[in-house]
């Protein structure tokens, strides 16, 4: 003999059995903890969607969602990690120092002048050191001038603290 649930999915009452009803719970929670907090209109549209995929499998009010159900719909409406931005934690987290950052910004950690190398570095997902050591091969050698740098340090804004990638908490 198996639990069951009665759940209120998408504005229909369904009964599922509980171990569906916890693999359900389990993937709008996911679904919910990618999505804004003010955004409750995609949850909804995702759930009543649950609901329309479990209307077509089952033939009676009275019939149980199984897990097979719910393992067929979440198939059908894809990963968790497919839809919005990802987990709240993930959003508001400092990014790692190998993450590409946009826009352009001056390190304030990672600098040996201004900070215009190791905002490059960052951008375009390499090296510091690279960028240095190539900036002054252009400075030498490739007839990028010392005006563009500086340029560059005036034009690149500097980012904020909270942007601060190599401190550790």
Known sequence: MKETIQANIG???FTLDRDAYDTL????DAVRDRLPEHDTETLDDIERHF???FGERIASPMQVVSLETVNE???RMGRPADLGDGPADARTRNPAPHEILRPLRRTVADRSIAGVCGGLARFFGT???LVRIITLLLFLFGGLSLWVYILLWIIVPEESPRIT???KH
């Open 73 to 75: 719909a979440i198939k």
């Open 25 to 28: 719970k389990e993937y709008l």
């Open 165 to 167: 990638t190599n401190k």
């Open 51 to 53: 609901a329309e995929i």
């Open 11 to 13: 504005s229909v009452a």
């Open 127 to 129: 090296d510091p050191t």
